[in-house]
């Protein structure tokens, strides 16, 4: 099966930074493209981030300004840096991978980590 594996997440001040990092692993041939969402308490699974195998990067719009994804193909593993964090951003991040070629699955198969937690604090 496919493994994703967060970290970085924490307790930060507001206007602070952090480094989120995802990576992915076991069977697979590829993987097409990785991602970040959040929840935050009481409210959706939100987009955050994304990006292809090829670079090519997506952000929320409201976000684009604070946050930059980042990622290495050779390590199937991807960043999300927050700068300027403010309290809104307090909220459980998920990273997504779209992998190919996991045996006994369809040609396209969407994974998600158990997610990382980020408190800001004012």
């Known amino acids: 099966q496919v493994h994703l594996v967060e970290s970085g997440g924490g307790l930060v001040q507001v206007g602070g930074s952090l480094k989120l990092s995802c990576a992915a692993s076991?069977?697979?041939?590829?993987?097409?493209?990785m991602g970040w969402y959040r929840q935050a308490p009481g409210k959706q699974r939100e987009f955050v981030a994304g990006?292809?195998?090829?670079?090519?990067?997506t952000l929320s719009d409201s976000l684009s300004d604070r946050f930059t994804i980042s990622g290495d193909n050779g390590k199937n593993t991807v960043w999300l840096q927050m700068n300027s964090v403010q309290s809104e951003d307090t909220a459980v991040y998920y990273c997504?991978?779209?992998?190919?070629?996991?045996?006994?699955?369809?040609?396209?198969?969407?994974?998600w980590g158990q997610g990382t937690r980020v408190t800001v604090s004012s």
């Open positions: 997504n991978a779209d992998v190919v070629g996991v045996p006994g699955q369809a040609s396209i198969s969407r994974y």
């Open positions: 076991g069977r697979f041939s590829r993987v097409n493209a």
């Open positions: 990006i292809t195998s090829g670079g090519i990067t």
